[in-house]
């Protein structure tokens, strides 16, 4: 062989290598930035999930209405103590029997 030749050959097999190199790096980042954007917008909905519920719960809330939990089962974060939903609506009962006596009273 002559000497052009066995150049040629080793720079072809460079140029191989070095352009598999570059592949394999394009598509190992463009991998990992995929994984990161599919654990980006996971943890999105996640938090928005959450921010749904927080604000349902918040409704419920301030209508007066008592949640035991949250839809896959656990306490929501903020609950109240059932104990005091119950208090509370003894209390709301007492005064509005007090209320109806004095109307009755009146009438």
């Known amino acids: 062989m002559s000497k052009p030749a066995v150049?040629?050959?080793?720079?072809?097999?460079a140029l191989a290598e070095g352009l598999y190199e570059q592949i394999e790096n394009l598509l190992s980042g463009?991998?990992?930035?995929?994984?990161?954007?599919?654990?980006?917008?996971?943890?999105r909905l996640r938090e928005f999930?959450?921010?749904?519920?927080?604000?349902?719960?918040?409704?419920?809330?301030?209508?007066?209405?008592?949640?035991?939990?949250?839809?896959?089962?656990?306490?929501?974060?903020?609950s109240v103590d059932l104990q005091e939903i119950i208090?509370?609506?003894?209390?709301?009962i007492a005064e509005l029997r007090s209320e109806l006596q004095l109307y009755r009273n009146r009438a």
């Open 7 to 13: 150049h040629s050959f080793f720079v072809g097999r």
């Open 30 to 43: 463009g991998l990992s930035d995929l994984g990161k954007f599919d654990a980006e917008q996971r943890e």
């Open 87 to 92: 208090d509370d609506l003894r209390a709301e």
């Open 49 to 78: 999930a959450a921010e749904v519920m927080r604000r349902a719960q918040e409704e419920e809330m301030s209508r007066g209405i008592a949640t035991s939990g949250t839809v896959d089962g656990t306490a929501p974060a903020g």
